[in-house]
């Protein structure tokens, strides 16, 4: 085994995507799987994970799907104890449940003080509580007695650092995320295991079918003028692609940052270091 294998690879380890079926879990899932992991891709949506779980069988990479409701715990556990049963152990655990909702983002149309307080909550449950708290209660009570340890991984946002227009439930719930991040690290590798690492990624602006509405104008391929303005604003230039994510996704799964635990990683092209001028 090369070193970077060594030091950057997960032969032989099991790593769970909760939310794998879209576009940033599944660019993440191809990483994990090409760098040797057993994969499971996990998704609300039992037809995306199969779809993304077949594209990438396509390329002999050994990916199992299977359907999560990641804001039951119920089903969460059900989930834990089938992959438990057949591997033994899960080395990486990786939630990318999230996203936003049009209802919670203000508009033309729609003022801040106009904004539904259930839409506020269901975008602060997706992204908090499935996104982060849920998984790390149920997939974490097994990974604190891993002899050698494990790795969490939370989606956060670039709104964590920099709170942007129109998106105030996405944004205070990724700040909370972040936040969360933080506390578990401490309190996992104090109470449990110091071999057991928490840490998040702030992606930039990534194109997603959840934020398409707000970035590009309905042909699909002109950016809104708050896209182009974002652009502006990237130092890079562009919008992120998914597989982005993958190298800075292996560097926190895997050895090579063993001495890591408790940081926010941002990707995003510069955006979180232009002050715009």
Same mark, same amino acid.
């Given at each position: 085994?090369?070193?970077?294998?060594?030091?950057?690879? #997960?032969?032989?380890?099991?790593?769970?995507?909760?939310?794998?079926?879209?576009?940033?879990?599944?660019?993440?899932?191809?990483?994990?799987?090409?760098?040797?992991?057993?994969?499971?891709?996990?998704?609300?949506?039992?037809?995306?994970?199969?779809?993304?779980?077949?594209?990438?069988?396509?390329?002999?990479?050994?990916?199992?799907?299977?359907?999560?409701?990641?804001?039951?715990?119920?089903?969460?556990?059900? $989930?834990?104890?089938?992959?438990?049963?057949?591997?033994?152990?899960?080395? $990486?655990?990786?939630?990318?449940?999230?996203?936003?909702?049009?209802?919670?983002?203000?508009?033309?149309?729609?003022?801040?003080?106009?904004?539904?307080?259930?839409?506020?909550?269901?975008?602060?449950?997706?992204?908090?509580?499935?996104?982060?708290?849920?998984?790390?209660?149920?997939?974490?009570?097994?990974?604190?007695?891993?002899?050698?340890?494990?790795?969490?991984?939370?989606?956060?946002?670039?709104?964590?650092?920099?709170?942007?227009?129109?998106?105030?439930?996405?944004?205070?719930?990724?700040?909370?995320?972040?936040?969360?991040?933080?506390?578990?690290?401490?309190?996992?590798?104090?109470?449990?295991?110091?071999? #057991?690492?928490?840490?998040?990624?702030?992606?930039?602006?990534?194109?997603?079918?959840?934020?398409?509405?707000?970035?590009?104008?309905?042909?699909?391929?002109?950016?809104?003028?708050?896209?182009?303005?974002?652009?502006?604003?990237?130092?890079?230039? !562009?919008?992120?692609?998914?597989?982005?994510?993958?190298?800075?996704?292996?560097?926190?799964?895997?050895?090579?940052? !063993?001495? $890591?635990?408790?940081?926010? $990683?941002?990707?995003?092209?510069?955006?979180?270091?232009?002050?715009?001028?």
């Amino acid at each position: 085994m090369s070193f970077l294998e060594k030091e950057f690879g #997960l032969k032989d380890r099991v790593a769970v995507l909760l939310g794998g079926g879209g576009g940033l879990g599944s660019a993440i899932a191809e990483g994990f799987g090409k760098a040797g992991a057993d994969v499971i891709v996990t998704d609300i949506s039992r037809g995306k994970a199969e779809r993304v779980a077949a594209k990438l069988r396509a390329e002999d990479l050994k990916v199992e799907p299977l359907e999560v409701d990641a804001l039951d715990q119920e089903s969460l556990e059900r $989930v834990c104890r089938t992959i438990l049963e057949k591997h033994g152990r899960i080395d $990486v655990l990786l939630c990318a449940v999230g996203g936003n909702l049009p209802a919670a983002t203000t508009s033309e149309e729609t003022s801040f003080f106009d904004l539904q307080r259930d839409a506020l909550e269901r975008v602060i449950d997706l992204n908090l509580f499935g996104g982060a708290i849920l998984p790390a209660q149920v997939f974490g009570r097994h990974m604190v007695g891993n002899p050698s340890g494990g790795s969490m991984l939370f989606i956060s946002s670039i709104n964590a650092f920099r709170p942007l227009t129109r998106i105030a439930g996405y944004s205070a719930a990724k700040a909370a995320v972040s936040n969360f991040t933080q506390w578990l690290a401490v309190h996992l590798a104090r109470e449990y295991s110091p071999k #057991l690492r928490v840490n998040a990624l702030a992606p930039g602006f990534f194109l997603t079918e959840q934020n398409r509405y707000l970035l590009l104008e309905k042909d699909g391929q002109t950016a809104t003028p708050r896209g182009e303005q974002i652009k502006k604003h990237t130092p890079m230039g !562009r919008f992120g692609d998914p597989k982005d994510l993958i190298g800075a996704a292996l560097w926190l799964a895997s050895d090579a940052s !063993r001495f $890591v635990t408790g940081i926010v $990683v941002p990707v995003d092209g510069g955006f979180s270091a232009y002050s715009g001028v």
